[in-house]
């Protein structure tokens, strides 16, 4: 079965605290790993996607197909990263997202 | 660059009342979808839109749900009679193409509420 499993609803840290936001998945093949994240008030968008193997926003995500794990990363964590972040995955040849049950982050001055 | 629009953005009705949802996606873009996002949830694919043809809609309820996109633009998603458990966010989202970048635009969501 396609899966993506977020263990943590909410995340708590204080600004400058490291962050990892936990994701695992389960797809039979190789899937493509994206994390979303809605900052209140805001839209759902992307944040990053795993092809791309790109830092945003000082945040880095590494696909691990051992552990099928693709947790989000950064190492100070800013007042403004305070969102709502979804780990989300799509087959080949497909644009059709999984989404696992998000995180909330809550980073505190 | 204009985003994906929806409306209403919020709609309070009794079970068994019908209901429906506009999606207007960015100019240009084929693929158009319908999330629900039951609160505490993530967003779940109800159907999928290239151009104006269905691609996936195997988990939309289709005894009370139903979807168009009629020209393969402008789409509406209808909820006819509307149970509790159809109380969600509706999002519609919109991508360019049907590959598998990833990248969906979502607009403001529908939030309704079945009383």
């Known amino acids: 079965a396609q899966r993506v499993t977020q263990p943590e609803k909410l995340l708590s840290v204080f600004k400058g605290a490291p962050v990892e936001l936990k994701c695992n998945y389960s797809y039979s093949g190789s899937p493509e790993l994206f994390w979303y994240v809605q900052y209140s008030r805001q839209r759902l968008q992307l944040l990053l996607r795993h092809i791309s193997r790109e830092s945003i926003k000082g945040f880095t995500a590494d696909l691990n197909k051992g552990e099928t794990s693709f947790h989000l990363k950064k190492p100070f964590a800013q007042e403004e990263d305070s969102a709502m972040y979804y780990c989300?995955?799509?087959?080949?040849?497909?644009?059709?997202?999984?989404f696992g049950t998000g995180t909330r982050l809550q980073v505190f001055p | 660059e204009a985003g994906v629009a929806q409306s209403p953005r919020y709609k309070i009705i009794e079970k068994r009342q019908s209901v429906a949802f506009w999606c207007n996606p960015i100019?240009?873009?084929?693929?158009l979808y319908w999330y629900q996002q039951i609160l505490g949830q993530g967003p779940k694919l109800l159907i999928q839109f290239q151009n104006n043809g269905v691609v996936d809609d195997s988990q939309l309820p289709k005894d009370r749900f139903s979807a168009e996109r009629l020209k393969g633009v402008d789409s509406t998603l209808k909820i006819q009679p509307a149970k509790l458990e159809d109380s969600a966010v509706y999002l519609c989202?919109?991508?360019?193409?049907?590959?598998?970048?990833?990248?969906?635009?979502f607009g403001e969501g529908s939030r309704l509420t079945v009383l």
């Open positions: 989202a919109s991508s360019f193409t049907a590959g598998n970048t990833g990248e969906l635009f």
């Open positions: 989300a995955l799509s087959g080949q040849n497909t644009d059709k997202l999984i």
């Open positions: 100019s240009g873009h084929a693929t």
